[in-house]
């Protein structure tokens, strides 16, 4: 095996205390919920430093370059008409979801671990797997479709794509301005 690819979007806790093990709002693979930390809408535990953690562990571990192939928030986006009458979303949320990942990232680079590469998941709203829903947005990119399936299946920029434009522009430098 030439490197480790995993996706990651939450932290699972667990329990010993059998009247505590009520499984978190959300969690796909079972665990309880850190009171710690914040929860998306979907109830998934919001956990940058996790991502590190990980990072550092599969790096200790298997001494494999990693690769992060899915990393995002799903959330309800509204749309929008901006100053300019162009359609599209304020997602501030998804932005600091995502920089405060790949700040993670970068602290786990700096402690050692070697990463081939990030991508986020999706660069334009689909339907979600672990929902079916499209109300569940993901992307750069507002996709005009409902989860009754309405909608012109137009596509609008959200400004999470030109926050994450300018990510990649600057190298990432952009995340400490």
Request: aromatic content about 12%; charged content about 25%.
């Amino acid at each position: 095996m030439d490197f480790i690819s995993f996706s990651y979007y939450m932290s699972i806790c667990a329990t010993a205390d059998p009247s505590k093990q009520v499984r978190g709002k959300g969690n796909l693979l079972g665990g309880v919920p850190n009171p710690t930390l914040k929860a998306s809408e979907w109830g998934w535990q919001i956990d940058p430093k996790g991502l590190r953690y990980v990072l550092n562990t599969l790096w200790d571990k298997y001494q494999k370059p990693l690769f992060i192939v899915e990393n995002g928030l799903g959330a309800v986006d509204r749309l929008i008409e901006d100053e300019n009458g162009n359609k599209t979303v304020e997602d501030d949320y998804r932005i600091e979801y995502l920089r405060d990942h790949l700040l993670q990232l970068e602290e786990a680079i700096d402690d050692g671990v070697q990463v081939l590469g990030y991508t986020t998941w999706g660069c334009i709203d689909l339907v979600s797997a672990s929902t079916a829903q499209l109300s569940k947005r993901y992307g750069f990119i507002y996709v005009d479709r409902n989860d009754d399936g309405s909608g012109t299946l137009e596509r609008y920029r959200k400004k999470s794509f030109y926050w994450y434009k300018n990510v990649i522009a600057t190298n990432g430098e952009s995340l400490h301005q």
